[in-house]
């Protein structure tokens, strides 16, 4: 993991290429929302707006999948290969979290 915060908060240092693909994908499920919000407003149909609510979720899904990954490929394989064992419970904790 790369770096620490005087509060124990760590923090990630991402490719170019990994930052501009979750910010890429956050700006679609942000704008899924707002498009949400705006059938709110003109009083769209109540499955229309579940419809479109499902992907967003969906959307939502896929971002955690994709970061997950990353987190398992970067930070826990090297916190492993430092021997850092405790970054296994705070990957079961983090799935489990997921999961609910």
Known sequence: MEGHDCCCHKTKT???EEYKS??????RI???I???RGMVEKS???TDILTQVAAANAALNAFSKELL???IRTCVAQDIRDGKEETIDE???TLQKLMK
């Open 91 to 93: 990957l079961v904790a």
């Open 44 to 46: 769209a149909y109540c």
């Open 69 to 71: 990954a990353q987190h």
């Open 30 to 32: 942000e704008g899924q």
């Open 22 to 27: 979750l910010i890429h994908r956050l700006n």
């Open 14 to 16: 991402r490719s170019e």
């Open 34 to 36: 707002r498009g949400i």
